[in-house]
């Protein structure tokens, strides 16, 4: 893909963009992830296909992380070979975000949350990137060892840096995005977002309060895995396709989550998307829109396709208090 890149005129037209928490910044309602299909095994030229039609269809978040691969760096030297060949023009359009917290590299200063780890990490990841800052450095989950105020501190002087312009926190639970947000308003860094898992079958941002909290707090929320890794689509009403995840790889999902059980409702939610005139994909992403608690949701593709198709989402996020019902109904057996 030698061609030159010139994004769409149009690519404003049809996403929606919402403000994230209190803050300046807004997120697409749909952001493109890199946790998948961007490694070192993956096809470039896919990629490099994807971002672009993502792009155009007003898609303006990366969302990245340290470890994203496989190998661990490949997504981020995948993403910044892409950015540097098609959207160096379209940097100030871009929110690029990346993460620290899992692990990354051998010893003891390779995981979890001290400022050791968190300072090399924003500095491998630029390097990688091919940036001089991200738009948002996340936490990338909470870590019981290291004092909060450590954590925190090292965001803040990240951002207080210019190597990110803002803060945020992934996988924190309510108790701890409290107590983190407070330390970062006395430091004078808010923390604007919580990326967490959200779907039509994992309510955990509804049961253990982060959902409310956040949105308490003046913090947006960004859903990952929404269509909770694969089962709110179509493709296992009838059988496992050779292609699928389940398949390729079982490190995210394994073929004992095909339940009868979860098929019934798999097959009666697919019924109820249809009715609305979408796919089951289409709806499971609209549902976690349906209100203004969560900023955005993150997307993963294995082509080009898959986005412009999720994207027609933003045109459909109302959902009638029968249709929520029965939601709720089929899939909180």
Not at 73 to 102: C, M, W
Not at 256 to 267: F, K, N, V
Request: glycine share 6%; charged share 30%.
């Amino acid at each position: 893909m030698g061609d030159l890149y010139l994004a769409s005129e149009k690519r404003y037209e049809k996403m929606t963009y919402n403000r994230v928490g209190k803050s300046g910044l807004k997120f697409p309602a749909v952001s493109l992830g890199f946790w998948h299909n961007f490694g070192s095994k993956d096809n470039y030229d896919n990629m490099k296909a994807m971002c672009r039609k993502a792009f155009d269809l007003g898609i303006t978040q990366f969302d990245l992380a340290n470890n994203y691969g496989p190998v661990y760096g490949s997504a981020e030297e995948n993403a910044g070979r892409i950015l540097q060949e098609d959207f160096r023009p379209y940097r100030d359009e871009l929110v690029i975000t990346s993460k620290a917290g899992y692990d990354m590299w051998p010893g003891p200063y390779g995981d979890w949350g001290s400022k050791k780890y968190l300072t090399a990490s924003i500095d491998q990841s630029l390097s990688r990137l091919q940036l001089e800052y991200v738009d948002i450095f996340y936490h990338h989950r909470m870590d019981p060892e290291t004092p909060l105020e450590e954590t925190m501190e090292a965001l803040a002087s990240i951002v207080h840096s210019g190597k990110a312009l803002y803060a945020g926190i992934s996988n924190y639970n309510e108790e701890y995005t409290r107590k983190a947000a407070a330390i970062m308003k006395e430091l004078h860094c808010p923390l604007i977002v919580n990326q967490r898992r959200y779907s039509i079958f994992d309510r955990t941002i509804e049961e253990d309060g982060v959902k409310k909290g956040c949105k308490e707090i003046g913090m947006g929320i960004i859903a990952f895995s929404p269509l909770a890794q694969g089962l709110l689509t179509d493709k296992y009403l009838h059988g496992i396709p050779s292609d699928s995840r389940i398949a390729r790889d079982h490190r995210f999902l394994k073929e004992s989550a095909l339940t009868p059980e979860r098929l019934h409702q798999i097959d009666e939610l697919n019924h109820l998307a249809l009715e609305r005139g979408q796919t089951l994909a289409q709806m499971a992403l609209s549902w976690i829109l349906k209100d203004d608690e969560v900023a955005s949701v993150l997307i993963g593709a294995s082509r080009p396709e898959q986005i412009e198709e999720n994207i027609s989402i933003v045109d459909h996020l109302d959902f009638t208090e029968e249709e929520i019902r029965k939601i709720d109904e089929i899939s909180l057996k």
